[in-house]
């Protein structure tokens, strides 16, 4: 069955630290990848996606990601963070063209000023 | 465009009633998917609806069912509610025109609690 694994529960930064939050997902066959971010208060949002083509992308507030596909991995990146940035992160996967999307447990990213 | 509206945002209820939540898709969507999210569990996959049909389904028991209607309107319904059903349940809807890596638009969620 698929499965995704997200490595960190909570994660504590300082503003302007680098942060980087682990995906691993469990499924043959072609996958997109997600990560949707839900700050305090606030609906599930799309933070980026990879579907096809170049493994590194890129999305909003300055996030991005790299597919590793030899690793089953889905990292999320942000060379540094914000304030603005607390929230919690769930990295999800589906096949092409189901819309089942398995997340993963989330991570609670804390950014202390 | 709107975005993915949910009634009601809060609903307490008691062990044994049913319950019915409601999503308005984004103008123009055509799929409508259903998760629960709870503390324990974490985000899973209820069902989807796609031109009034259930296209895909989770592993939740029978109790747990849905519909959608003409207008890509959906309804799920939870009957002989249990205090485990306790949850945030989120609609998402996708244009589902077949195209590759389909986004997922989520709403703002109902919040049941079951007494």
């Known amino acids: 069955a698929q499965s995704v694994s997200q490595h960190n529960h909570h994660v504590i930064l300082s503003e302007a630290a680098s942060l980087e939050l682990g995906c691993n997902y469990s499924?043959?066959?072609?996958?997109?990848l997600f990560w949707y971010v839900q700050y305090p208060g606030q609906h599930l949002q799309l933070l980026l996606k990879?579907?096809?083509?170049?493994?590194l992308v890129k999305g909003i507030k300055g996030f991005e990601a790299e597919f590793i596909k030899s690793k089953f991995s889905f990292n999320l990146r942000k060379p540094s963070v914000q304030w603005s940035d607390t929230a919690e992160y769930f990295c999800?996967?589906?096949?092409?063209?189901?819309?089942?999307?398995?997340f993963g447990t989330g991570t609670r990213l804390l950014v202390s000023p | 465009k709107a975005g993915v509206t949910q009634t009601p945002r809060y609903l307490i209820k008691t062990r044994g009633q049913q319950v019915t939540l409601s999503c308005s898709p984004i103008?123009?969507?055509?799929?409508v998917s259903w998760y629960q999210q709870t503390p324990g569990q974490g985000l899973q996959f209820l069902f989807e609806?796609?031109?009034?049909?259930?296209?895909n389904k989770g592993n939740f028991p029978g109790r747990f069912s849905g519909r959608q209607f003409s207008n890509s309107r959906s309804e799920m319904n939870v009957s002989t509610l249990e205090l485990g059903d306790s949850a945030l349940y989120l609609c998402?809807?996708?244009?589902?025109?077949?195209?590759?890596?389909?986004?997922?638009?989520f709403g703002p969620g109902t919040r049941l609690l079951v007494l």
């Open positions: 103008s123009g969507h055509r799929s």
């Open positions: 609806y796609f031109s009034e049909t259930q296209r």
């Open positions: 999800a996967v589906t096949n092409t063209g189901f819309q089942k999307l398995v």
């Open positions: 998402a809807s996708s244009e589902a025109s077949g195209t590759v890596g389909e986004t997922q638009y």
């Open positions: 499924y043959g066959g072609t996958v997109n």
């Open positions: 990879y579907f096809s083509g170049d493994p």
